[in-house]
Nanobody, 121 residues
Framework: QVHLVESGGGSVQAGGSLRLSCTTS?????MGWFRQAPGKEREGVAV?????YYLESVKGRFTISRDSAKNTLSLQMNSLKPEDTAMYYC????????????????????WGQGTQVTVSS
């Protein structure tokens, strides 16, 4: 079993920044950040194994990173937009991410409880 705990969400105005963190009980090869807005499907935002993969709409604004020594996964979010408002989840799965297919939430085995990000215009 892998336990994931997110932190760092909050409310910010458009154009602002937030940094999300996820502490994991076990480093997994493929880990990522997903989000779900009310009434919408959960979508992959950014995932990482030996490289990184991003949702097209966040490229250049969000950066995923990991610190294996601290068992931590992070998501730096800059130039936030109201459409980024959602519950953000940290997730992990066995094996590699296999490119952008790693953005599929259905393939992930372990999930955190989520942290809310709200961006106001």
């Amino acid at each position: 079993q892998v336990h994931l705990v997110e932190s760092g969400g909050g409310s910010v105005q458009a154009g602002g920044s937030l940094r999300l963190s996820c502490t994991t009980s076990r480093n997994m090869v493929c880990m990522g950040w997903f989000r779900q807005a009310p009434g919408k499907e959960r979508e992959g935002v950014a995932v990482i194994d030996d490289t990184t993969y991003y949702l097209e709409s966040v490229k250049g604004r969000f950066t995923i990173s990991r610190d294996s020594a601290k068992n931590t996964l992070s998501l730096q979010m800059n130039s936030l937009k109201p459409e980024d408002t959602a519950m953000y989840y940290c997730a992990a799965k066995w094996g590699y991410c296999y490119g952008t297919s790693g953005l599929r939430h259905e393939d992930y085995n372990y999930w955190g409880q989520g942290t809310q990000v709200t961006v106001s215009s």
